[in-house]
């Protein structure tokens, strides 16, 4: 894997393949508008990096250039110049300047597709409660929790929006909702649906406290206590929590780093077993990363009309995407409502706001009535705020924003990881979502580093915790939710030494 951030789209038209000039810079940071400045500066410096104006050993323009070149603040060219250090791209001198650092070479190898059981198992989930992971403050970041920092959350926006339905839509903030959830909100979602690939109406949408209580309540609609869910190895450990309450087993099937679930494997596990439903993150699955190519969710779902068997898709990850498209849900290849969708907007704007949906297909009726007996409905407020803040256009500003700094986070871990782990440790390469799959070498056993790391205050999620029959011992999750700060290296080099004394 090339060292360097992911780059973004080709140019193209009558400029492409030019270099930029100091003017396209001007030019470019004067019009773009969804960032801060100082952010917009580094961006572009950072694509002059890439095309190859500054190599490795160059010195970019310094404080005095920058200010006079943008007509911006010290301070601000100052928070330019830090932007590209926490990214990795150059590096300080001290009375000298800033110099284009020569790129890492990354010695991590990808993991081996998994090898689980493949046999219906009782699920026990108390790992995850013992651990006590914990989330923490919002504003220290953890390589623990799968949570973003409170950076790459739109506040300001969504603190104004929410004030604005509390003081314009009293009646509706402060009374009871049906289950659906309110029609604006909903509408919304069955908007944004095109850009996953799937046409629904706004009566197929249910609004959720949030994706974990749509998984909840759609793998309930369509199972009983005793049945047997089938599950891609490892797995989020939610949906284990999930399984476990409702009395459920689940079977693991193989998958694959980049690629997801195993089709074959399921496939003949379809044939033999009475699967009751099937339950993915097909779409830079939690803890991998993979996400599965359009050939195989289409196949997937042949695979479903063929059994009759439904298929929960927890998509919360799908708009993370760091370049390009937005990749296809499953629910795009559906005709028969066997998919019930799960979304949510904890990933992409607000966890504390606890707003998702269900897409439940065929089962609509069931996952209703369902909803309505666990809580009524969802609160209306921060619906009401989403949906505006949505339709506004500021979802998409939001997500060109926070996509750049979800790929940047990514790489700057995976350089550390690189230059502080032993050669033998293993990482994915996810193009999308905010979470890092690590193989450790061996004689490392995962849970006993949770300890050694807990005991020098990091938080890490260990391998165990993604797997039903207690696998992946050698494994543990990175969370890369955090703008890079050079305490986030240090963890992640004091891990690399904890690592390093328990290899044999």
């Known amino acids: 894997m090339h060292s360097w951030p992911h780059s973004g789209p080709a140019q193209s038209g009558p400029e492409a393949g030019r270099c930029p000039t100091e003017a396209d810079t001007v030019r470019r940071v004067s019009a773009a508008g969804a960032a801060p400045l100082y952010e917009q500066i580094a961006d572009t410096l950072q694509a002059h990096i890439r095309s190859g104006v500054y190599r490795p050993g160059d010195r970019v323009p310094s404080v005095r250039k920058l200010r006079e070149q943008h007509r911006v603040s010290v301070a601000t060219a100052l928070a330019a110049l830090q932007v590209l250090e926490n990214r990795g791209l150059v590096a300080a001198r001290p009375q000298s300047g800033h110099y284009v650092r020569a790129p890492d070479r990354l010695h991590l190898r990808e993991p081996e597709p998994s090898t689980p059981p493949g046999v219906a198992c009782h699920v026990d989930a108390s790992l995850a409660v013992t651990l006590n992971l914990g ?17 790459l959350v739109p506040v300001d926006a969504l603190n104004r929006l929410l004030g604005q339905a509390l003081r314009f839509q009293p009646s509706a903030c402060h009374s009871y909702d049906a289950p659906p959830g309110t029609l604006a909100l909903r509408q919304t979602v069955a908007r944004r649906g095109l850009d996953a690939g799937y046409a629904v109406s706004p009566d197929d949408v249910v609004i959720t406290s949030g994706a974990k209580e749509a998984v909840y309540l759609s793998i309930r609609a369509v199972t009983r206590p005793g049945d047997t869910v089938a599950i891609e190895s490892p797995t989020y450990y939610a949906l284990l929590e999930v399984l476990a309450s409702l009395g459920l087993r689940a079977v693991e099937i193989a998958s694959h780093p980049r690629h997801g679930i195993d089709l074959d494997q399921l496939a003949d596990v379809l044939r033999t077993e009475p699967v009751a439903a099937v339950a993915l993150v097909p779409t830079y699955a939690n803890p991998t990363g993979s996400c599965m190519p359009d ?13 009759d068997v439904p298929l929960v898709e927890d998509d919360v990850y799908g708009d993370l995407a760091f370049s390009g498209p937005r990749p296809r849900a499953v629910k795009a290849f559906d005709r028969r409502g066997l998919v019930l969708y799960c979304g949510s907007y904890s990933k992409t704007l607000s966890p504390g706001l606890r707003v998702g949906w269900a897409i439940p297909g065929r089962y609509r009726d069931q996952l209703q009535l369902l909803k309505l007996v666990v809580n009524q409905a969802t609160a ?7 949906a505006a803040f949505v339709d506004g256009g500021g979802f998409d500003r939001h997500l060109r924003r926070v996509r750049r700094m979800y790929r940047d986070q990514m790489d700057a871990t995976l350089r550390a990881v690189s230059r502080h782990f032993p050669p033998q440790t293993c990482a994915t390469r996810p193009d999308g979502g905010h979470v890092l799959w690590l193989q450790l070498p061996d004689g490392v056993d995962a849970l006993e580093l949770h300890g050694a790391a807990a005991a020098a205050g990091i938080r890490i999620a260990p391998g165990p915790m993604f797997s039903p029959s207690g696998g992946y011992r050698d494994f543990v999750r990175l969370n890369t939710g955090f703008p890079w700060r050079p305490s986030t290296e240090r963890q992640i080099e004091h891990l690399g030494h904890l690592v390093t004394a328990r290899r044999r």
Not at 380 to 386: D, E, G, R, T, V
Request: aromatic share 0%; hydrophobic share 45%.
């Open 135 to 151: 989330i923490g403050d919002p504003h220290e970041p953890t390589l623990g929790a799968a949570v973003q920092g409170i950076e």
């Open 380 to 386: 209306p407020a921060p619906q009401l705020a989403i």
């Open 295 to 307: 050939a195989a969710k289409a196949r997937l779902v042949r695979l479903l009309e063929t059994h």
